[in-house]
């Protein structure tokens, strides 16, 4: 068999590593070093014209090692096993999430620029679009999952900036109610505003279903964007993000992050490297096991509403969007209980195995409450028209047993009461 036909899965416990050069080490040691020793003055001057981008590659010329904020072979082995599953040319890791978002918008939207923002995302995004970014002079516009091509083509034209659309950036499945956003509609948009010269980058984060079950690229994304603190990290023990894209879209924002400096250490790398080996089999157990609390919270007479992805059926709107992007249906359950926040915190105070934390994608069950915890930043009517109102309780589903989850979730909602003789509130 050809080396270059193994899946990702098969690679990501020794891809881009080479043990030689590590004592014959088969894992790749922590490079906790600050800064690497040139063997010559000649070639530290090479490395720099490089990473500065003084001049091109020479054929088969790598980038040597400068300086950790610029590389290290921590971060290099992570970015180069993370560009496997999206099939990516390059990738930048970063500390967190939020700096990979920031440093994409910063990067790629300019003060009098269009930013579109597919809604809801995730709240921190939500602040820096809707907070900093018209701070710096870009205007934000959102749009949703119900809007056609139509629409938010319709959109771009009445804002009169239709020559400064810079960027479609959406989350989808969005953070918390799994609404989905049709990836290839929004590179339509950047085509149908395009001209010779440039065409706005679409981006998606995708922390929700990749790296695994959806890779955007193919699906005509520009950039893709991960907290890696959720699954691609998975143990709720670090805090990091990726961003995924061809060379050109990688280069300026790895250059950016050698100016902001918000590359993650060679420690986190490391755990990310070994959290890497697991990935799809975590991810699909958490999905295995979603699956079926999904199924038995859409039959339980104390849920009103249940959003998930399996739960869509052949003949619904959003369907043939699901089964074009996504090859799974995640492990993110929401689901509206009958009642409001206190039939909700009811249940969230009840639980006993999951923890009443907020993130998601880790090895654990989490459970929180949008309303009020990770989106409580979002203004309030567009928490309504988003749908996160004070009955949505959120699930990130962990590989425990499943009929211990089911148990727990079980015994959470028997707690919400019911007044005798009073129907549940509706
Ligand atoms: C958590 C999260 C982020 C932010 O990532 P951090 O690693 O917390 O900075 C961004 N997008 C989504 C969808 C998230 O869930």
């Known amino acids: 068999m050809d080396k270059k036909n193994f899946s990702p899965e098969s690679l990501m416990m020794t891809y881009g590593y080479k043990p030689e050069l590590s004592e014959g080490a088969v894992k790749p040691p922590v490079f906790q070093t600050s800064t690497f020793v040139f063997q010559t003055a000649e070639e530290g001057k090479a490395f720099f014209e490089l990473a500065y981008g003084i001049r091109g590659k020479e054929k088969n010329e790598e980038l040597g090692l400068i300086y950790s904020r610029i590389n290290n072979p921590n971060l290099e082995i992570l970015e180069n096993r993370l560009s496997l599953w999206d099939k990516a ?16 918008l910063l990067e790629f939207v300019k003060p009098g620029d269009l930013l579109l923002v597919g809604l809801p995302v995730y709240g921190g995004t939500d602040h820096f679009v809707h907070h900093f970014l018209p701070e710096i002079g870009v205007e934000v516009m959102g749009f949703h999952s119900d809007h056609s091509f139509e629409d938010v083509v319709e959109m771009v034209e009445k804002s009169g900036k239709s020559d400064r659309l810079a960027m479609v950036y959406v989350e989808t499945p969005a953070n918390p109610t799994n609404q ?13 505003f395009a001209t010779k010269e440039h065409r706005a ?4 984060d995708n922390t929700y279903m990749g790296p695994i079950w959806s890779q955007p690229l193919s699906l005509g994304a520009d950039i893709v964007i991960y907290s890696a603190t959720k699954y691609i990290g998975g143990h709720s023990d670090l805090i990091a993000g990726a961003v995924l894209g061809n060379n050109e879209v990688i280069k ?4 950016l992050r050698t100016f902001l400096g918000n590359m993650p250490s060679p420690h986190t790398c490391w755990l990310l490297l070994r959290s890497l080996e697991t990935l799809k089999i975590r991810m699909e157990q958490q999905m295995r096991n979603a699956k079926a609390v999904a199924e038995f919270l859409n039959s339980h007479p104390k849920v009103e509403k249940v959003y998930y992805l399996g739960l869509l059926e052949p003949g619904d709107e959003k369907y043939a969007i699901y089964k074009k992007q996504y090859t799974s249906p995640g492990a993110m359950i929401s689901f509206d209980v009958k009642g409001g926040e206190k039939e909700a915190f009811t249940f969230l105070n009840s639980l006993k195995l999951f923890k009443l ?7 654990e069950g989490l459970a929180q ?48 009461k019911v ?8």
Do not use: Y
């Open 89 to 104: 040319d390059d990738c930048a890791v970063f500390e967190s999430g939020m700096s990979a978002i920031s440093t994409v």
């Open 180 to 192: 989905i956003i049709d990836i290839e509609m929004c590179r339509k948009v950047t085509e149908h």
């Open 201 to 204: 980058k679409v981006a998606v």
């Open 252 to 255: 300026r924002v790895k250059t």
């Open 357 to 363: 934390a907020v993130s998601l994608g880790s090895t």
């Open 369 to 416: 409450h949008p309303a009020t915890m990770t989106h409580a930043g979002v203004d309030a009517l567009s928490k309504l028209e988003l749908g996160i109102t004070d009955k949505l309780v959120r699930l990130s589903i962990g590989i425990e047993n499943v009929d211990d989850i089911i148990w727990d979730v079980s015994q959470a909602l028997e707690k919400i």
């Open 419 to 426: 007044r005798e003789g009073e129907a549940i509130p509706a």
